[in-house]
Nanobody, 122 residues
């Protein structure tokens, strides 16, 4: 069982930056791939980024590649999402999630946080 709690969301102007954090409970954090997803009003939840167990491997959606960076600190049981050059279309509720293997589909993930709101004003 893994419990996830996101933080760091807020309101930012276009072009600004935010860093999201996701704290995980349990001693098995380092055995999970971690992912970030987002869901805008009226839209389906979409994949943003994922990171491997050790943090050596990352993968991004085309819409955030080059602007967002996912990282993790296994000693702190925390995964991060650094978001730079934010755009109004990045506005969404951002969720972190955990699964044992690589994946980009939300249906494949076993554990989810409650989400944190990110709003980017133009």
């Amino acid at each position: 069982q893994v419990q996830l709690v996101e933080s760091g969301g807020g309101l930012v102007q276009a072009g600004g930056s935010l860093r999201l954090s996701c704290a995980a409970s349990g001693r098995t954090f380092s055995t999970y791939y971690m992912g970030w997803f987002r869901q805008a009003p009226g839209k389906e939840r979409e994949f943003v980024a994922t990171i491997s167990w050790s943090g050596s491997g990352t993968y991004y959606s085309d819409s955030v590649k080059g602007r967002f960076t996912i990282s993790r600190d296994n000693a702190k049981n925390t995964v991060y999402l650094q978001m730079n050059s934010l755009k109004p279309e990045d506005t969404a509720v951002y969720y972190c999630a955990a699964k044992r293997l690589f994946g980009t589909r939300s249906s494949e993930y076993d554990y989810w946080g409650q989400g944190t709101q990110v709003t980017v004003s133009s």
